[in-house]
């Protein structure tokens, strides 16, 4: 991975890296190729700028795009402003997204558009001295030390045919790369209970009945399984199947534990209610009658989160 490099990766380098040589360019390529792209783009008082992660060639930041970002350029800032509270943590978060995605089989690689392609070349240097002044006095400080008038122009948003193209492309593999992974999500996620299920020393009691058993995977990353305890059936309807039953098992207290109607709820502390009116001995089977299976979940989170 290249990032901000000042000299040009060869092909040697690059095949050397397959199949993952990528780099990370503080602009919205194509634009503003080249060293300095963060200086050209406040040059040029534009008010929008990005970052791009891009597969390494034989072309200077001119490789098909893996992924990209953009941000506000506010009206004081300087480059070093605009890098380290932008354009650097946005870098970080592409280059790990686009590696999860290589490690998962997903490969994204949208050929830029030449026509939109500018190069941009080594800022002007200044005296440090007026550098440092310049950056204390804000904007006017800025315009004098880039030289340079500051144009109130916004930039154009309208896509020529071929970046919409490339933009379809890209949401369509994406959307079915999505599809592909959350498929693949419900496969693990049904290992990760069964594994829970399986691992009784691991599982802690919950206020619902219910376990909660936590699994941990590397760098600190977790999975929480939580398997529900019973749940009470909302209604029965009394053309219901098991209505008998239940009404057998409730015997005198019916009236008490369910609510009349059309159709049949359990009162509010039903379980509760159940034991007192029945005791411990009868009310279990109509408890059993009433219950339904409860909700298992599996939520992913960082090791000290979970604690």
């Not at 194509?30 to 040029?44: E, K, M």
């Not at 200044?126 to 030289?147: F, I, K, Y």
């Not at 009784?200 to 909660?212: F, M």
Request: hydrophobic share 40%; glycine share 10%; proline share 5%.
């Amino acid at each position: 991975m290249t990032a901000g490099a000042r000299k040009f990766a060869t092909g040697l380098t690059a095949d050397c890296a397959a199949p993952c040589a990528l780099g990370y360019h503080p602009s919205l390529l194509p634009r503003h190729r080249g060293r300095s792209a963060i200086d050209w783009a406040i040059r040029f008082g534009e008010r929008i700028t990005g970052g791009t992660v891009y597969w390494l060639n034989d072309v200077v930041d001119g490789g098909p795009v893996a992924a990209s970002d953009s941000c506000h350029i506010r009206r004081d800032d300087t480059p070093l402003e605009l890098w380290v509270r932008d354009l650097a943590p946005m870098g970080l978060r592409l280059l790990r997204r686009v590696l999860r995605e290589v490690d998962a089989g997903v490969i994204i690689a949208v050929d830029q558009d030449k026509e939109l392609a500018h190069r941009a070349g080594v800022a002007p240097r200044t005296h440090p001295r007026r550098r440092r002044a310049a950056e204390r006095a804000g904007r006017r400080g800025r315009r004098h030390l880039l030289n340079f008038p500051i144009q109130n122009h916004q930039p154009n948003t309208t896509m020529n045919d071929h970046k919409l193209k490339l933009l379809v492309t890209e949401a369509v593999k994406l959307d079915r790369a999505i599809a592909e992974q959350t498929d693949r999500l419900k496969v693990l996620k049904t290992q990760l209970v069964a594994e829970a299920e399986s691992r009784t020393e691991l599982a802690v009691k919950t206020d619902g009945g219910g376990t909660s058993t936590t699994l941990e995977g590397g760098d600190g990353c977790v999975a929480r399984v939580t398997i529900a305890g019973p749940t009470l059936k909302g209604s029965i309807e009394a053309e219901a199947k098991g209505f008998a039953k239940v009404k057998e098992a409730a015997g005198r207290f019916f009236d008490e534990l369910l609510k009349p109607g059309v159709i049949y709820a359990p009162v509010e502390n039903f379980r509760a209610r159940a034991v007192l009116l029945l005791g411990p001995k009868e009310a279990k089977p109509l408890i059993k009658l009433l219950e339904g299976k409860g909700k298992t979940s599996v939520a992913f989170e960082t090791k000290e989160a979970a604690t």
